[in-house]
């Protein structure tokens, strides 16, 4: 039986700026070299002051701790390490074995499939005991990206991520570019129908500015403080921030893409695809907001609660930028959605800046300053730059301008709408 260096005598890597609890912890680029020797390099991936895996001689051997299963192509502590791509499944379903471990992965990679090619990265499937007690202990399943080489040519650990939750994890989506003109890239990609929550915060590391990228049709949601500077593009599914975005990097939607989250965003939001505030009826800040030709603003409310919470809420540090065909999508989430009573007023957008006098268009109708129109079962007239907001996260409210909803009486009754709304007030019905 092989013997393995078990005490370690090289530097261990850390995970940065760690939650107490999450989903998805990621490691950001991290390019540990293995060395050509025997000690390797011993890497704590969970920052418990514990060693869980060391590569050494170049890659040729891989040695684990207790705490830190690979995925086997047999139950047996050194049976081969698996070799997974981008987007395969880590879970209950690989074969994981007990205790310290080892495998000469590079030297057999002409046995079988399953090995790992000499200068190709591939990823390490593994279950990690957060608890680092075999008495007690609380498995993840993470991934570990990895080169191996065995001639000490490019052998590194490049990165890896985990799912606190204890269920499966679908590899490489999330990953940190290397950095190139002190600009690199972090990329969000869950595929259609996948979600995860990062937990980890993503800074600007080495110096570098950091861009962060969602593409796939999934959901990312991050949370914590968020303090990368570089820009944020969405491009596919769903980004929800519901920590914050501490930077000042503008955010860009693209078409068929989504935004939305309960958190705030320090820098401005450009949107071509659709802007959804909250994650159910909750609130959303940002800076500067621009809607553009083709966008969506997707509000929701719900017809069965009270008025405080009967609404969305987007709050703008800045401008209201409203250009070409601006969709509003209202969705009543009520489980039996009815009339709002008369008079009920939501603060759709709360800004401190300015508005450019742009319209929402609703169905193929402009909504234009004051205009009702009907939508579900009320009548209501749209203000775009009202001083007083209604009562949906009043408490949240900061000077400004409102664009306000307000549900107003059946067109028979402008009387009663007018002693509710003050005499003077000009009413158009919705437009043909």
């Known amino acids: 039986m092989k013997n393995f260096p078990w005490i370690p005598v090289a530097a261990t890597a850390t ?36 060693w869980d895996v060391n590569p050494f001689f170049g890659g040729i051997d891989v040695a684990n701790s207790p705490a830190f299963q690979p995925a086997r192509a047999a139950i ?7 070799n997974f791509a981008a987007g395969d499944t880590i879970g209950s379903g690989q074969l994981f074995a007990a205790g310290y471990g080892g495998s000469t992965d590079h030297l057999a990679l002409t046995a079988g499939g399953g090995k790992f090619v000499a200068g190709q990265e591939g990823y390490i499937g593994f279950k990690l005991d957060r608890n680092n007690n075999p008495n007690n202990p609380a498995w993840a399943y ?26 499966a994890i679908t590899v490489g989506r999330i990953q940190q570019s290397a950095a190139s003109g002190g600009t690199q890239t972090v ?9 995860f929550t990062l937990g980890s915060q993503i800074t600007n590391t080495g110096g570098n500015t950091t ?63 659709t802007l959804s505030p909250g994650a159910s009826i909750q609130s959303l800040a940002t800076g500067t907001l621009t809607l553009n030709g083709g966008s969506t603003f997707a509000y929701e409310m719900t017809s069965s ?17 409203l250009t070409g065909t601006v969709a509003l999508g209202l969705t009543d989430l009520a489980s039996t959605p009815g009339a709002f009573a008369t008079g009920t007023t939501l603060s759709l957008i709360n800004y401190t800046g ?24 009320n009548q209501w007239q749209i203000n775009y730059d009202a001083l007083t907001g209604g009562l949906n996260f009043a408490s949240e409210y900061t000077s400004g301008h409102f664009v ?29």
């Open 354 to 377: 300015t508005w450019n006098g742009g319209f929402f268009t609703y169905g193929t109708s402009e909504l234009s300053n004051g205009e009702v129109f009907t939508a579900g079962s």
């Open 76 to 82: 047996g502590n050194l049976a081969g390490m698996l």
């Open 211 to 273: 861009c962060v990228i969602k593409t796939g049709g999934g959901t990312t949601t991050l949370t914590g403080t968020n303090s990368y500077t570089g820009p944020t593009t969405v491009n596919g599914g769903k980004l929800l921030v519901n920590g914050s975005l501490a930077g000042t990097g503008t955010v860009t939607v693209a078409g068929g893409a989504t935004l939305g989250g309960t958190g705030s965003i320090n820098g401005p939001v450009i949107v071509n695809g």
């Open 15 to 50: 995970i940065l700026n760690l939650p107490a609890a999450a989903d998805t912890l990621y490691s950001n680029l991290r390019d540990i070299a293995i060395p050509v020797s025997f000690n390797g390099v011993f890497v704590d991936v969970d920052s418990n002051s514990a």
């Open 305 to 321: 609660a009270a008025a405080n919470v009967a609404g969305d809420l987007q709050q703008l540090f800045g401008n209201l930028v």
């Open 142 to 167: 993470g991934w570990m990206r990895v080169v191996f080489d065995g001639a000490g040519n490019d052998a590194v650990v490049k990165d890896w991520a985990y799912d606190t939750r204890g269920t």
């Open 187 to 195: 990329t969000l990609s869950p595929g259609t129908g996948e979600a």
């Open 404 to 432: 306000t909803l307000t549900a107003v009486p059946e067109p028979g009754s402008w009387l009663t709408l007018g002693c509710l709304l003050g005499s003077g007030t000009f009413l158009r019905r919705r437009k043909s």
